[in-house]
């Protein structure tokens, strides 16, 4: 019966020691290497905030045009510049911006789209300079679009090109930070 007690004991004391370990090792992990919702921490960049509403939800609608064309995806950019041109209207100086994203809205082909999207981009990376409160934009180009190179900005910094979709989706540069 002796035995048995120090048997049990040593057990007890063994799994005790088992789990303190484990419950070490979960907290001396590396946040860095977590995975959040498929994505690794290192990979995720702070969403950009601005000091103007206005820009804020045009930015916004700018990503969803961005994401769809990256996509390849006519139907969703067309719904994104009817949000960006309602959007756009609470802003000044926009007018060139409301063509482009008319142009997107109203275009049936894609690489139309595309194109009316480099001169959307261009003006939205004026109208963003300036206006972040924290977190950074990312201005990228493509030499290879439309025939001598064109921008677009994102919010993360990996390339996720929106002019040649899956065909060359890495294809391009990081050429400025905004902040």
């Known amino acids: 019966m002796k035995n048995l007690k120090m048997s049990m004991a040593a ?6 020691s088992f789990t303190n370990a484990q419950e070490k090792e979960k907290m001396n992990h590396d946040h860095n290497n977590m995975n959040v919702g498929g994505m690794s921490m290192n990979n995720m960049q702070m969403t950009p905030k601005f000091s103007d509403e206005n820009i804020a939800d045009a930015y916004g609608n700018y990503i969803l045009i961005k994401t769809a064309l990256v996509s390849s995806n006519r139907n969703e950019a067309e719904k994104g510049a009817a949000l960006l041109v309602k959007s756009l ?9 409301i063509k482009a ?19 959307l981009s261009d003006e939205m990376a004026v109208l963003v300079k300036g206006k972040l ?3 950074n934009i990312y201005k990228d180009f493509c030499p290879m679009a439309l025939d001598g190179g064109a921008y677009w900005l994102s ?6 090109n929106p002019y ?8 391009g540069t990081v050429k400025e930070v905004l902040q």
């Not at 057990?11 to 005790?16: D, G, P, Q, R, T």
């Not at 994203?101 to 001169?119: E, G, M, P, V, W």
């Open 11 to 16: 057990m007890l004391l063994l799994a005790v």
């Open 89 to 97: 209207k609470n802003i000044k100086g926009t007018d060139v911006a």
């Open 101 to 119: 994203a008319i142009s997107i809205k109203n275009s049936q082909d894609l690489n139309a789209q595309r194109s009316a999207f480099s001169t």
């Open 164 to 171: 040649y979709g899956d065909k060359m989706l890495k294809c």
């Open 155 to 160: 919010s993360e910094k990996n390339i996720l």
């Open 133 to 135: 409160s924290s977190g």
